[in-house]
């Protein structure tokens, strides 16, 4: 069976930045916002930018990091809450500026899970054969769905891009990915936009105690079925929301700060965009190694979720001839 990896990662910003001194109008400091979510600064589209533009950068950045031309992606897949339009999605236009040779492209919306649902749709279509570099670009501008006025949320999110390729990987790359997705849609009002106001409204208590318990319930639960522990894992990546969310989470499985990583700080709550970002991070500061395990983590409105476990760089490039021929064992799903 085809064994599927992470082989480039990128990702992008706006320029425009935003530090928490721009929201004392609220009623709120600078410390009340770092103490309550770990957050300093966030970035936001300007007026006349495009989301399409933001995840053009992060697409071409993974794709130079894979060593990969973009006539070689032939299938792109994008996870996004605020694209440019309400149709077209971002993918088709995305795979046009690219250079891509009309690839399948498309838009998915899972929340801040989106991602892992987008990656887990990505590795799907390599092990089964059906593509040989597939794209994945979570792309995010909650500015576009911020109550400014709210000083419960206004402070959290900034906007985003984050890219990975999809690939093949060569022999003796070992088990295949994991994940575990879900959902429970009779939580949906707790956290939801909705088309009379299009801003984001959120139970933020609630949300914080499902979260948690998700992300580490399904966590040890993709690694279970593959019999592996945490141990196995070279780097644990949890979605971005809130640096108490992220350090419930490792505390509950055990993850010592050496293991994983954390890009709130600068960035805000990006969305599904957060864990390609985190993981563009990791790579810039050299905490990723080829062959590394990867597990990663998210929860988002809906309620979705989603863990994976995932090679990065798994083994070297491998001729398409050896590639028809592995036969790496896969983890159970």
């Known amino acids: 069976m085809t064994t599927a990896t992470i082989t480039g990662v990128g990702a992008a910003l706006p320029a425009t930045v935003l530090g928490n001194d721009h929201f004392t109008p609220l009623g709120t400091s600078h410390e009340w916002i770092v103490k309550r979510t770990g957050i300093h600064t966030r970035h936001w589209l300007g007026p006349g930018e495009s989301l399409a533009g933001l995840a053009e950068q992060a697409c071409r950045e993974a794709l130079a990091d894979a060593g990969r031309d973009a006539r070689e992606v032939d299938h792109v897949v994008v996870s996004t809450v605020t ?114 106001d299009r801003l984001l409204r959120m139970s933020g208590r609630e949300v914080y105690e499902f979260a948690v318990g998700t992300m580490v319930e399904q966590t040890r639960a993709v690694l279970s079925g593959c019999g592996l522990t945490l141990a196995d894992v070279g780097l644990f990546i949890g979605h971005q929301a809130n640096a108490r969310i992220l350090r419930a989470v490792a505390a509950e499985l055990g993850v010592p700060p050496s293991r994983t990583e954390i890009s709130i700080e600068n960035v805000g709550n990006t969305s599904s965009a957060s864990i390609p970002f985190a993981l563009r991070q990791a790579r810039n500061r050299g905490r990723l190694r080829p062959g590394d395990r990867i597990a990663m983590a998210a929860f988002g409105a809906g309620f979705v979720w989603g863990a994976g476990v995932i090679r990065w760089r798994a083994a070297p490039r491998a001729h398409p001839e050896h590639l028809l021929h592995e036969q790496e064992e896969p983890c159970h799903r």
């Open 83 to 196: 694209p440019d339009r309400i149709t077209p999605g971002i993918a088709p236009g995305l795979a046009t500026r690219l250079g891509a040779p009309h690839p399948p492209a498309l838009d998915l919306n899972a929340a801040c899970a989106g991602f892992l649902y987008a990656l887990d749709h990505a590795c799907a279509q390599i092990e089964s054969g059906r593509a040989r570099c597939v794209l994945v670009c979570a792309a995010e501008a909650l500015s576009r769905i911020t109550d400014t006025t709210d000083r419960s949320t206004a402070v959290l999110f900034g906007d985003a891009a984050g890219a990975v390729v999809v690939t093949p990987a060569g022999p003796g790359a070992g088990e295949r990915p994991a994940f575990r997705l879900g959902s429970d849609g009779r939580h949906e009002d707790l956290l939801y936009a909705d088309p009379t």
